[in-house]
T-cell receptor
Framework: QQQVKQSPQSLIVQKGGISIINCAYE??????FPWYQQFPGKGPALLIA?????SEKKEGRFTISFNKSAKQFSLHIMDSQPGDSATYFC??????????FGTGTSLTVIP | NAGVMQNPRHLVRRRGQEARLRCSPM?????VYWYRQLPEEGLKFMVY????????ESGMPKERFSAEFPKEGPSILRIQQVVRGDSAAYFC????????????FGQGTRLTVV
């Protein structure tokens, strides 16, 4: 079964707007939650990650919000730019085990 | 993630041939994960290896697929008797240890079976 559920599948945002991508998980043993960005023809690149002992992590225009009780986490991209257009994957992992990935969100930022 | 090297970048095989995909981890990385990505789909876990050991192969088909990560040299994902359905992008990711949990991806190998 899908260990990490991601939505939406695709997202179109106006330049300057906020892009929000959501993920949910079931396994409470997960202890690491990264987000990856993938451009066409390239491998996924680590964007930002969070551990469950914090509720929010911000790096530049990218913020992860983490709700441990709801078992949900989300990626917010502030002031979205056309260069942010890519596919975004959330993931979750329990130490010593594999990474489980969401199905991806294709983000298009229109000028 | 440029430090994780995968080769070849593109591989074309006829049905029934063998495909060998290589992944050289970043320096100091001893954990390797292989994923398959079909067009417009997410990353499907295949196998997780540490040096000389397979830790988790629950995502790998039982037939025709195998993986290794020898003490020396790259990790190899081997697909025997390829079929058209094996056409996909195959990515490896590597990390240093289970404590430092960042994983970095290679650029992938795009396998086309004709």
């Amino acid at each position: 079964q899908q260990q990490v559920k991601q939505s939406p599948q695709s997202l179109i945002v106006q330049k300057g707007g906020i892009s929000i991508i959501n993920c949910a998980y079931e396994n409470t043993a997960f202890d690491y939650f990264p987000w990856y960005q993938q451009f066409p023809g390239k491998g996924p690149a680590l964007l930002i990650a969070i551990r469950p002992d914090v509720s929010e992590k911000k790096e530049g225009r990218f913020t992860i919000s983490f709700n441990k009780s709801a078992k949900q986490f989300s990626l917010h991209i502030m002031d979205s730019q056309p260069g942010d257009s890519a596919t975004y994957f959330c993931a979750a992992r329990r130490t010593g085990n594999q990474f489980y990935f969401g199905t991806g969100t294709s983000l298009t930022v229109i000028p | 993630n440029a430090g994780v090297m995968q080769n070849p970048r593109h591989l074309v095989r006829r049905r029934g041939q063998e495909a060998r995909l290589r992944c050289s981890p970043m320096k100091g990385h001893s954990h390797v994960y292989w994923y398959r990505q079909l067009p417009e789909e997410g990353l499907k876990f295949m196998v997780y290896l540490q040096k000389e050991n397979i830790i988790d192969e629950s995502g790998m088909p039982k037939e025709r697929f195998s993986a290794e990560f020898p003490k020396e040299g790259p990790s190899i994902l081997r697909i025997q008797q390829v079929v058209r359905g094996d056409s996909a992008a195959y990515f490896c990711a590597t990390s240093t240890s289970t404590v430092n949990t960042e994983a970095f991806f290679g650029q992938g190998t795009r396998l086309t079976v004709v």
